[in-house]
């Protein structure tokens, strides 16, 4: 009884220190189209996607470990997996929608289901220390992963809703090509930022996070520029009928 006890106290407490902080990030991006705020409806669908997303990439992630050692090929491979679930989560539940009307709404539905997926991967990383009392340690643990790793999937998802928001007025061959360069920078950011976390000694974490901080710093500025971006001409009078 004392094992189910701590077991599910355990449980409790990583999604609590998994979820919180999340939370708070998402209020955070969120305020970013106050103006026009997304249906909640599928802001929550976004997030809840992202976060399912995490139980099909565990299974696949380990699979390519069976063939690959820890190095730059995997932890490649991890981060293009990683960023093809966050995208296909809000691609299935969000993306197709008729709400997603302006260039804003891609960076902000990737990011709802990057920080899904993050809540997931951070409370998984934090069960096992409270499983065993080490709550010091799971309280760094969870610091660090608010400081650090929910940001880079931020980061990353953000890349890609960026590149998305750029091209919401081009063609379709442009989109394509904004949506492919996105993908690579992505996936790189995020490939570069675990190789540091596993080759690099604990005394430099806090630089690559400051790393990762600054590339933050680089998509709120981008935010601004998509939100000042205008349809053309020929766009207003494809999507808006004339007036009677």
């Not at 009392?133 to 799971?138: A, M, N, R, T, Y």
């Not at 570069?192 to 901080?213: C, E, H, K, S």
Request: aromatic share 16%.
């Amino acid at each position: 009884m004392i094992d189910f006890l701590t077991g599910t106290s355990a449980v409790t407490g990583a999604a609590f220190l998994g979820f919180i902080p999340v939370l708070v990030w998402l209020i955070f991006w969120l305020f970013e189209d106050f103006r026009h705020p997304e249906p909640r409806r599928l802001i929550i669908f976004a997030f809840i996607a992202g976060a399912c997303s995490v139980l099909m990439v565990i299974p696949i992630q380990r699979f390519f470990a069976g063939f690959f050692p820890l190095g730059g090929w995997l932890l490649l491979i991890w981060a293009l997996i990683e960023e093809s679930a966050k995208f296909g989560a809000a691609w299935i539940v969000a993306l197709r929608n008729r709400a997603v009307d302006e260039p804003i709404d891609y960076p902000v539905y990737l990011i709802t289901a990057a920080l899904g997926f993050a809540a997931v991967e951070n409370s998984l990383f934090l069960f096992n220390p409270l499983l065993q009392g080490l709550f010091v340690e799971s309280a760094i643990t969870g610091n660090l992963r608010f400081i650090g790793a929910t940001l880079i999937h931020v980061l990353g998802s953000a890349v890609i809703g960026t590149a998305l928001a750029f091209s919401f007025f081009r063609s379709t061959t442009e989109k394509i090509l904004y949506f492919v360069c996105g993908v690579i920078l992505a996936v790189a950011l995020h490939a570069l930022f675990n190789m540091f976390i596993v080759l690099t000694g604990a005394d430099q974490i806090l630089m690559v996070f400051l790393g990762v901080w600054v590339g933050i710093i680089f998509i709120l500025i981008s935010l601004e520029r998509i939100k000042m971006l205008r349809p053309p001409a020929w766009w207003e009078k494809l999507v808006i009928p004339p007036k009677n």
